[in-house]
């Protein structure tokens, strides 16, 4: 046989079978997640009807959104929600992990104003189902008919206790990691009236507030007067860091509660460092408008006779929020035995120890990154963010601290 036919006939065939390999459908940019099996094959069996592509699934376990492992890409969750859950306990986690500009949609058979109120409060859309079928085509063909609801940020307040405790270093290095290491869009906003040390923190000499007159205070501005005036420090997080002439406590509040209130549609995240507050900070201010609520004290017995005080008052209102405690080490202690002794005197659960390090002050003066490599007070750190998007810490214990923990 002709080698060069025999070649020839070889690269036809090869050739007549890629043109013949059918390419992969494109994968939707909608997700539906559902509880109900019923609920899925209804809706599926509907779009069919109605010649709509069908969404992407997954589904949610009795009514647990934080072990949801969302796809990137998606522009469109729904989200299917019974009578009786919790809707910012299943919306919050599902937020957490996608797009700020991600519209997000609940369907549910549940048929009450105060239900739909609710949804909307939260920033997502609502489709009654059964029922309200001309609405469901609207949302997942994205017509015009759908209503758009704004998105809002996850307000994250960070407080000490008292003075010197590491609440600014606390709030600055939760919004690295939550803006580098979560790759986040998030916001810190100081309500300190430009004072404390992040330009240590942040490991830049030329950080320093933006200046804010008198007479701008006075007028309403958009979200973009603001925007022009935060420090970027990197592409997901931008620093509010406002000083306000004339430093009247009130007008602090005012103002930096509005660059919160205007920033909450451009970001996932805002973390409110309540650390150098020239205002009254009372529990139900610390509350507001918070959806976790970290308290930071260090190993003193003052520190810890304020926490425990701080944690009666707060535990004692009517809000839904996530409280979230931190102990500071300020000097080499066993962690596991000192945060047992901690918890018998504010009796409550102590969530985070920073332990002790006494090359940190060095490092932020040396730029050095908390986080690189193995550092315990970056994974602690880390361990703030993982509490926060609902996920388990990570606790290396050395030998020392399993025999402290058998013995106490």
Do not use: W
């Amino acid at each position: 046989m002709d080698i060069s036919k025999l070649i020839n006939t070889s690269f036809s065939s090869q050739s007549e079978a890629r043109s013949r390999v059918i390419p992969k459908k494109k994968t939707s940019s909608s997700l539906f997640i559902y509880q109900n099996k019923s609920t899925l094959d209804d809706i599926f069996s509907f779009l069919r009807a109605e010649g709509i592509e069908l969404p992407q699934s997954m589904e949610m376990k009795n009514g647990d959104s934080s072990a949801l492992n969302i796809p990137e890409g998606i522009t469109k969750v729904f989200v299917e929600v019974d009578e009786g859950d919790d809707i910012k306990t299943i919306s919050q986690p599902i937020k957490d992990k996608t797009e700020v500009s991600t519209n997000i949609t609940v369907v549910s058979k549940v048929d009450k104003i105060s239900f739909n109120i609710r949804v909307e409060e939260l920033g997502m859309n609502y489709v009654l189902y059964p029922g309200d079928n001309s609405k469901l085509v609207d949302s997942f063909k994205g017509t015009t008919t759908e209503r758009k609801i704004t998105r809002k940020s996850k307000n994250i307040t960070v407080f000490g206790v008292k003075g010197g405790v590491g609440c600014s270093f606390i709030a600055t290095k939760l919004s690295v990691s939550l803006s580098k290491q979560r790759k986040k869009d998030t916001a810190l906003v100081n309500y300190g009236n430009g004072k404390g040390c992040y330009d240590i923190f942040f490991g830049d000499k030329a950080f320093q507030p933006s200046q804010i007159s008198a007479e701008a205070c006075s007028i309403d501005v958009d979200y973009s007067f603001y925007d022009s005036l935060a420090n970027k420090i990197n592409d997901s997080l931008k620093v509010f860091n406002l000083a306000i002439e004339g430093n009247e406590g009130r007008e602090v509040l005012r103002i930096n509660d509005r660059v919160v209130s205007s920033t909450s549609e451009h970001c996932n995240f805002i973390v409110r460092d309540f650390s150098s507050a020239s205002f009254v900070v009372t529990p139900d201010l610390l509350v507001k408008d918070s959806d976790v609520l970290i308290i930071v004290a260090d190993s003193s017995f003052l520190s810890q006779r304020n926490l425990a005080r701080t944690l009666v008052d707060i535990k004692g209102s009517d809000k839904n929020v996530r409280i979230i405690t931190v102990i500071v080490q300020k000097f080499k202690a066993n962690i596991a035995y000192q945060k047992n002794e901690i918890e018998k005197l504010i009796d409550s659960k102590v969530d985070i120890v920073v332990p002790f390090d006494k090359n940190l002050d060095d490092n932020l003066v040396d730029k050095l990154d908390v986080f690189y490599g193995s550092n315990k007070v970056g994974e602690s750190i880390s361990n703030i963010s993982n509490i926060i998007f609902g996920e388990d810490i990570n606790i290396k214990k050395s030998i020392i601290s399993l025999i402290a923990e058998k013995i106490t």
